[in-house]
């Protein structure tokens, strides 16, 4: 999937600045894509000379001027097209697993400190995940948020990233339980 598709997906709620798209990216699309405002920007620049967006400059008087993008029917048209297209199967690239892979030979604590460090930012993820949530619903039940929402998809999002941290969180503390007893074990023996 390339940061054009995720960033259309993201245009579908309305017209937004670069900053804006950056805040909203990492609230929302950082449940499955990750990208620096650097990359967003050099993306909507290239989404703009391909006809993807439209731009245009909002005028500010204290604060440098500032680009608002909005979907084109190109972008809309790219954007069907693309989820018309069967994804590409995941493939997982996690340095940690490495680590943990060579963990009989390699520094266990530093692995052990990894992965602690993996489960708080699960934890603090699926925190900030929890609260988006609730945000959406306002006070609601899912069914009526869904019955009530413009659009879906991005609560379906959230949900794939609710899942995600918290099945990290428990693989997480699974690994590390079994890394505690081997160590006992080792001290016993």
Known sequence: M??????????????????DLAKTFDASVANFWMATPQQL?????????EGLVAARVVRQERRPDKRIFRLT?????????????PPRPTAMRDELLVKLQAVDEGDEAAVRASLEERVEWARAKLARYERLRLRLLDGGTEEEHLARAERVGPYLTLLGGIAFETENISWGERVLTILERRAATREIG
Not at 2 to 19: F, I, K, P, V
Not at 73 to 85: I, K, Q, S, V, Y
Request: charged share 30%.
């Open 41 to 49: 920007y050099r993306e909507l620049d290239r989404m703009a000379s």
């Open 2 to 19: 390339a940061l054009r598709n995720a960033l259309l997906a993201t245009l579908l709620d309305g017209e937004a600045s670069g900053y």
């Open 73 to 85: 029917e190109a972008g809309r048209r790219a954007l069907r097209d693309f989820t018309a297209e």
